[in-house]
């Protein structure tokens, strides 16, 4: 199944009028929080405050999507990888599990921390770019493994640790777990791009 081929949303999303007190809570970390601050480069809810993307479904289970949302957040604005390797790093998700709310969010991002379009266009088509440096190219590597098999060979896990360090080598793994539990529940809830519906 293609991300074309996925049918109509399976939840309608929530109105902030229609929210408990719980939802509330995670409501508001989401569009108050580090995502609402600084440059936006996707929107985060609609002309009614509902939220796109993975959001509204973690409403539904406010104790386990607030904490969801909480580690969102710190991998996107709480690790020690720079912003252009974790958009890249996200983009390969979004590849490897054909996510296309992911791609749209963060081709967006990606183009914002200075991503080119051929670069966009190389880990779209899940390769590495030419124009990357040893660390992005390392990480990606690393990230491809984790994407294929699971695991990083000793090799790419010796050089990743050598660039990255180990907490580098723990972020990348967490990053691309988290991505690749929102692309599965993107696809489940048959989420749509934002006015696709």
Not at 94 to 122: I, K, T, Y
């Amino acid at each position: 199944m293609t991300g074309a081929d996925r049918g109509r949303r399976r939840l309608p999303p929530l109105r902030p009028g229609e929210l408990d007190a719980d939802q509330r809570v995670v409501y508001d970390a989401i569009t108050s929080g580090a995502r609402a601050s600084g440059p936006r480069y996707f929107p985060l809810i609609d002309d009614e405050g509902r939220l796109h993307g993975p959001f509204d479904a973690m409403l539904r289970s406010p104790r386990v999507g607030g904490s969801l949302q909480d580690l969102g957040a710190a991998l996107r604005y709480g690790t020690g990888l720079p912003a252009r390797l974790r958009e890249l790093l996200i983009l390969a998700v979004a590849a490897a599990e054909d996510s296309p709310f992911e791609r749209f969010a963060h081709e967006a991002v990606g183009r914002g921390v200075g991503l080119s379009e051929e670069e966009l266009a190389a880990v779209r088509a899940g390769t590495i770019p030419t124009s990357v440096d040893a660390v992005e190219d390392v990480a990606l590597r690393a990230a491809r493994a984790l994407l294929h098999t699971g695991d990083i060979e000793d090799d790419i896990y010796g050089e990743a640790v050598e660039a990255l360090g180990p907490k580098g080598v723990f972020e990348i793994t967490t990053l691309v777990g988290y991505y690749r539990t929102l692309a599965l529940q993107l696809r489940v809830f048959r989420v749509p791009v934002p006015d696709s519906d």
